[in-house]
């Protein structure tokens, strides 16, 4: 019998290994990929020199900064202020509050607002996909209005709304007072801000993030170019956003993703657009030359096989339940080690998804990161015969 293979632990260490996993629940381990990593070990190879007032490149994997210079002072983020005007009209439809195929209200304020436009006409109806990539595509103005209109009733009152998602994301040196970017008091943000919010719309909202790759769009047969000149320069490069106003100075958020390796770099305050260009894909070109991404686990492979007893099934498959992706200075994969925390015996039921141990990452035999492992499939609770036997044997064992 396959009992008779068992090589069981005594009970104060099963109850040791249940109060691991309690604490684990409890301190935040959670059953996710790479970006619960705790650290990133840096590259010795120097970011590039970037000519702008604040900068900053964000690895998407850890969640880490690779490089900023004065991330954290407040700046007018003009039109790169839309993202957080998308976040927020993201959400709303992903909670089904409307969908993207209903109409919005063009009203006088929407349609007098200056700076750049969509072209919409007053008294008007569009379709909330249109607006959006109206203000995503062409940077229109009188489309952010619209749709801040249409989600709270009132540009002010969006605002708030905006404010709220800033602080649920941790936007520690954000403050919106318009949908638009426009130059108001009070209205800041800062690069780290920035990269962090178009992470944030890449991860939770892959499904219109697509439309951030567009290079042009045509609404009211007047077709307008994307402004981010990367989307033609670099076929990796699939967002984000321009931004400029006369004391703003020129502004663009830039993303890319390369065998696996996501990057996000903003740059505000330049002196050109010829200049923002070349030193966000500058940042991209370090990040990529400097760092790789490398797959530890995929989430279709177990990572190994525990006993079981109690259950239906006397084995079951451990893994991660997304792939588990870490990112390193390139060419240095070999110094990454994984060391599995796990009980040979488990007790049935096992939930699938349910935490049952962790796989902590060292890099050149210093800590990592720290990973949930969970069980790939479930197991139910065994008959009462099954569980008979299996408590007789545990006497014995």
């Not at 709220?164 to 800041?188: C, P, V, W």
Request: glycine residues 8%.
């Amino acid at each position: 019998m396959v009992f008779f293979r068992w090589r069981y632990k005594s009970l104060l260490r099963t109850i040791e290994f249940s109060i691991f996993v309690l604490l684990s629940l409890c301190l935040g381990l959670q059953a996710r990929g790479a970006e619960e990593i705790s650290g990133l070990e840096r590259s010795s190879l120097p970011p590039p020199k970037i000519e702008a007032k604040s900068w900053a490149l964000l690895d998407l994997n850890s969640g880490s900064m690779l490089a900023e210079g004065n991330a954290d002072q407040r700046i007018e983020p003009a039109s790169l202020s839309k993202l957080m005007t998308a976040f927020v009209v993201f959400n709303e439809l992903k909670k089904g509050t409307f969908a993207p195929s209903d109409m919005a209200h063009i009203s006088e304020k929407a349609w007098r607002t200056g700076g750049s436009r969509s072209f919409v006409e007053v008294n008007s109806k569009v379709s909330v996909e249109d607006l959006l990539k109206g203000m995503i595509v062409q940077s229109g103005n009188d489309a952010s209005v619209a749709l801040a209109e249409h989600v709270a009733g009132s540009e002010d009152s969006f605002a708030l709304i905006m404010n709220q998602h800033a602080e649920r994301l941790g936007l520690a040196n954000s403050n919106f007072k318009n949908s638009t970017g426009l130059t108001e008091e009070g209205h800041y943000s800062s690069a780290r801000d920035l990269v962090i919010l178009a992470s944030a719309i890449i991860q939770e909202f892959p499904e219109y993030y697509q439309w951030y790759s567009l290079k042009e769009f045509t609404y009211n047969n007047i077709t307008q170019p994307n402004r981010n000149k990367l989307l033609y320069r670099d076929s990796s490069v699939d967002g984000v956003k321009t931004g400029y106003t006369s004391t703003a100075g020129y502004c663009l958020i830039g993303s890319a993703e390369r065998d696996g390796l996501r990057l996000i770099a903003a740059v505000t305050g330049a002196d050109g657009p010829r200049q923002r260009t070349n030193e966000v894909h500058s940042l991209l070109k370090y990040g990529y030359a400097a760092y790789q991404s490398h797959l530890v686990y995929d989430s279709a492979t177990p990572v190994a096989h525990v006993e079981v007893v109690m259950g239906e099934q006397d084995a079951l498959a451990v893994g991660v339940s997304d792939d588990l992706r870490v990112t390193v200075p390139r060419g240095n994969t070999d110094k990454l080690k994984a060391e599995l925390g796990l009980e040979e015996l488990h007790t049935a039921p096992i939930a699938e998804g349910q935490t049952v141990g962790s796989v902590k990452l060292t890099f050149d035999d210093q800590p990592f990161g720290e990973y949930a492992l969970v069980a790939l499939h479930a197991v139910p609770e065994g008959s009462w015969w099954q569980r008979a036997i299996d408590t007789v044997m545990l006497w014995f064992n």
